[in-house]
T-cell receptor, first 111, second 116 residues
Framework: SQKIEQNSEALNIQEGKTATLTCNYT??????LQWYRQDPGRGPVFLLL?????KEKRKERLKVTFDTTLKQSLFHITASQPADSATYLC??????????FGSGTRLQVQP | GAGVSQSPSNKVTEKGKDVELRCDPI?????LYWYRQSLGQGLEFLIY????????KSGLPSDRFSAERTGGSVSTLTIQRTQQEDSAVYLC??????????????FGQGTRLTVV
């Protein structure tokens, strides 16, 4: 069955460092992969979308890579700030025509 | 402009009662989704509506769950004979289209359902 895996353990980093979050998937070849941010008590908010023919996508301090051979996406936040603390979810189409989400990784940026 | 609106924001109900959750999508969005999120868990897909096509109900956990979308706009998720395991946050999202995931989804703030 299709599976999307994100590190369930929280990632704790110091302010100013680069945070790197991983999304691995199996048994599917999505044409697109998306990343969302979710704050406690709120719905997810879209951050970035990357296509299968794009190796890398950037938006301000955010960078996403997409390796279709490894079936992996990496999400980077450079110069991290305490306000970046949240849960980050990856999502992709697993053939159902509705996004399937990973369970998310909680990021905590310490001042 | 208005985003996706869900009501109520919180609902406490007794076991065995029926509940209705409402979602107002962004105007013009043809795709509408319902997800469920239990405490500390990821999003579990429930149902997907796209235009006038038959909905994808493959994620509904039991026949106690149903959803409809009237006039291609407002959607209602109904849970009959609620059980304690139905307690979760129910999230609605809409998007311009699905098309393989190349369109971002806009989420409402969710309805927190507690079955006591």
């Amino acid at each position: 069955s299709q599976k999307i895996e994100q590190n369930s353990e929280a990632l704790n980093i110091q302010e100013g460092k680069t945070a790197t979050l991983t999304c691995n998937y199996t048994n599917y070849s999505p044409a697109y992969l998306q990343w969302y941010r979710q704050d406690p008590g709120r719905g997810p908010v879209f951050l970035l979308l990357i296509r299968e023919n794009e190796k890398e996508k950037r938006k301000e301090r955010l960078k996403v890579t997409f390796d279709t051979t490894l079936k992996q996406s990496l999400f980077h936040i450079t110069a991290s700030q305490p306000a970046d603390s949240a849960t980050y979810l990856c999502a992709l189409d697993t053939g159902r025509r509705a996004l399937t989400f990973g369970s998310g990784t909680r990021l905590q940026v310490q001042p | 402009g208005a985003g996706v609106s869900q009501s109520p924001s919180n609902k406490v109900t007794e076991k065995g009662k029926d509940v209705e959750l409402r979602c107002d999508p962004i105007s013009g969005h043809t795709a509408l989704y319902w997800y469920r999120q239990s405490l500390g868990q990821g999003l579990e897909f429930l149902i997907y509506f796209q235009g006038n096509s038959a909905p994808d109900k493959s994620g509904l956990p039991s026949d106690r769950f149903s959803a409809e979308r009237t006039g291609g706009s407002v959607s209602t998720l109904t849970i009959q004979r609620t059980q304690q395991e139905d307690s979760a946050v129910y999230l609605c999202a809409s998007s311009l289209d699905f098309a393989g995931g190349n369109t971002e989804a806009f989420f409402g703030q969710g309805t927190r359902l507690t079955v006591v």
